[in-house]
């Protein structure tokens, strides 16, 4: 492998340190280059929705890598600068400003952007997005001003907003257009739950209703017209409906794209030599045999090791099952798996003290698992989906049969 030309990284997020990081540690000794578009050293995005934005936390502790880590490393980071243009044919990333830099192997890890709302008064000032620092602090300042918000949209990002700003004493409504938060990716039965977590803190929680407008005028939003008619007063909002994968750099080159980037179980793009990693990156799993882009923390930390692994040329497959997790006032969660469609949801716990662990079924196969406020269960829960057994659901849900009971260790299938 060539040193002459540096393994550029396009992507400043957790994805693209982490996969800075696993370069080095995989033993590569030639030149590394980090861009970064904000002027910002790589950091991560949850703290951002939470412990942040709550002002619990130092800037600090959101970074990726403690400061010295690139230097020591002879990692070049490059803060506030873009990437404009990938030649693939003569290897090389066209920087705002006219820079051309020639790359031996190139990662993409662009990460997302969030939707932007297309309706009347969406311009209006006082409407937040919460993607990158610079947005946590100018909606940390507005937390700390108080009054009253309303948050658009009921997903991860709306619902921990909307319960950082309930921990900090503001009047909170949130609008989501199903009938349940959290309804796309835990259904009902688990949405219904977390509903009801929100209105027991205060939050006036509207579901089923979209947005007709926002009204306001010189010194911002003030009110929210929903489209039954309805209004909520307000001083600022929060708009939380969902990401879009930052894919027109792949585009441009003629990377192909569908739903991110695609790429292989290796995260190699369709362009030998181009990689992508985090929420970008629409890969090839080996145990789902499909496609899966997951916008979440846990693949943004993971995929960079085998990416790195991949670009190097030594053997590399990405095969972690999805994770992620969520805190929302005195409930925490963790998600394991990956379930777009299943028959039925059975739960052992108690929904009620918000303790419980939740099993996504199909086919009388657990597809994916959620414990809430009950811990140390991660792995007996990937043990289940990995082994693609069926279970009785009378010993799925029944708390006295221990986890890793369910799954008779000889009928493993990869």
Request: proline share 5%.
């Amino acid at each position: 492998m060539s040193d002459t030309h540096p393994h550029v990284i396009v992507g400043g997020g957790l994805a693209g340190a982490k996969a800075a990081e696993a370069l080095r540690e995989e033993g590569y000794d030639g030149p590394v280059v980090l861009l970064a578009a904000e002027d910002e050293q790589p950091y991560e995005r949850p703290p951002l929705s939470k412990d942040y934005l709550r002002g619990e936390s130092e800037r600090d502790s959101a970074r990726v890598h403690p400061s010295g880590f690139y230097d020591e490393h002879d990692i070049e980071v490059r803060t506030g600068t873009t990437a404009e243009r990938i030649d693939t044919g003569g290897r090389s990333v066209t920087l705002a400003g006219g820079e051309c830099l020639r790359y031996d192997r190139l990662l993409l890890a662009t990460g997302a952007e969030p939707r932007r709302l297309r309706v009347p008064g969406a311009e209006l000032a006082g409407i937040h997005y919460l993607r990158d620092l610079a947005d946590a602090d100018a909606l940390a300042g507005r937390l700390d001003a108080g009054g009253r918000l309303v948050v658009i949209g009921a997903g991860w990002i709306g619902a921990e907003v909307a319960a950082s700003a309930r921990l900090k004493g503001l009047e909170v409504a949130m609008v989501e257009m199903a009938n349940t938060p959290l309804e796309r990716v835990l259904g009902p039965e688990l949405g219904g739950i977390y509903a009801e977590i929100h209105r027991a803190h205060g939050v006036d929680l509207r579901t089923g209703v979209g947005i007709a407008s926002f009204e306001g005028g010189s010194g911002g939003v003030e009110r929210v017209r929903l489209a039954d008619g309805s209004t909520l007063d307000c001083d600022f909002v929060v708009v939380g409906v969902g990401v879009t994968p930052r894919t027109a750099l792949a585009e441009q080159a003629g990377i192909a794209v569908n739903n991110g980037i695609l790429v292989n179980d290796r995260l190699e793009t369709s362009e030998p030599g181009v990689f992508a990693a985090g929420d970008v990156a629409n890969a090839i799993h080996p145990f789902y045999r499909r496609l899966i882009r997951v916008e979440h923390w846990a693949n943004a930390l993971n995929q960079p090791a085998t990416a790195a692994r991949a670009m190097l040329g030594k053997e590399a497959s990405y095969d972690l099952l999805p994770y992620f997790f969520s805190d929302q006032y005195d409930v925490g969660m963790e998600y394991s798996g990956h379930a777009t469609e299943w028959d039925e949801v059975v739960m052992r716990g108690d929904p009620a003290a918000r303790e419980l662990i939740a099993f996504w079924l199909l086919d009388g196969r657990v597809v994916a698992g959620m414990n809430m406020n009950v811990w140390d269960v991660t792995e007996p829960i990937k043990t289940l989906i990995h082994s693609r057994q069926a279970v009785p659901v009378e010993r799925l849900r029944d708390p006295g049969v221990p986890l890793d009971e369910l799954v008779a260790p000889a009928r493993m299938v990869g």
